[in-house]
């Protein structure tokens, strides 16, 4: 499986933007980029994801470099809500959507 | 929504006990998973199904079993409980097609004593 590499942890103020790269330079052309987040106590929550061009959806924005070697989860005004660990995770075509997790990135939000 | 739906929050079992953990989905998923995870080794993938009595081992499956008879319902088996057990499972599920989702339930803690 593709891995990918995520920074181990992240900083941010409540109400500004924070953006969490992760890099896949592996990634084969049919693997989809996922984005889950867990937050304390609580399973792994589905955030968004996507192949090849930016997504948008109400938690978030993914957005997908040209090469696809790397993606980047925008949340657009972090909220105290966000703090969580992220996950990136490359799902393939033929795999049963099954998930192989990551270490993720912890995201701290202050107020 | 999708809601997972996990018997226990929280469970209590002796070395050598049969343990069933139970898992009901209410989207009629094709595909279902189970997890566990533990500190600094993340969320590892025990068996997963993707469709009613069919299975397929994941990344540890020692030491576990699955049942899947009807397809709203996964169930994780230790047959015999150890200590190495104890840990936090995750049960997901997911619809047919490369681009869906996996959805969780809130985790069943396990401790063998």
């Not at chain 1, 948008?56 to 969580?84: C, F, G, P, Q, W």
């Not at chain 2, 998973?33 to 020692?62: A, C, H, N, T």
Request: aromatic content about 8%; proline content about 4%.
């Amino acid at each position: 499986d593709a891995k990918t590499t995520q920074p181990n942890s992240m900083e941010s103020n409540e109400e500004e933007p924070v953006h969490l790269p992760c890099n896949h330079s592996t990634i084969s052309g049919t693997d989809y980029i996922h984005w889950y987040r867990q937050l304390p106590s609580q399973g792994p929550e589905y955030v968004i994801h996507g192949l090849t061009s930016n997504v948008n959806n109400r938690m978030a924005s993914l957005a997908i470099a040209e090469d696809r070697k790397s993606s980047t989860l925008i949340l657009h005004r972090a909220t105290l809500r966000d703090a969580a660990v992220y996950y990136c995770i490359l799902v393939g075509g033929t795999s049963y959507g099954k998930l192989t997790f990551g270490q993720g990135t912890i995201l701290t939000v202050h107020p | 929504d999708v809601k997972v739906t996990q018997s226990s929050r929280y469970l209590v079992k002796r070395t050598g006990e049969k343990v069933f953990l139970e898992c009901v989905q209410d989207m009629d998923h094709e595909n279902m998973f189970w997890y566990r995870q533990d500190p600094g080794l993340g969320l590892r993938l025990i068996y997963f199904s993707y469709d009613v009595k069919m299975k397929e081992k994941g990344d540890i499956p020692e030491g576990y079993s699955v049942s899947r008879e009807k397809k709203e319902r996964f169930s994780l088996i230790l047959e015999s409980a150890s200590t190495n057990q104890t840990s936090m499972y995750l049960c997901a599920s997911r619809g047919r097609g490369s681009n869906q989702p996996q959805h969780f339930g809130d985790g069943t803690r396990l401790s063998i004593l």
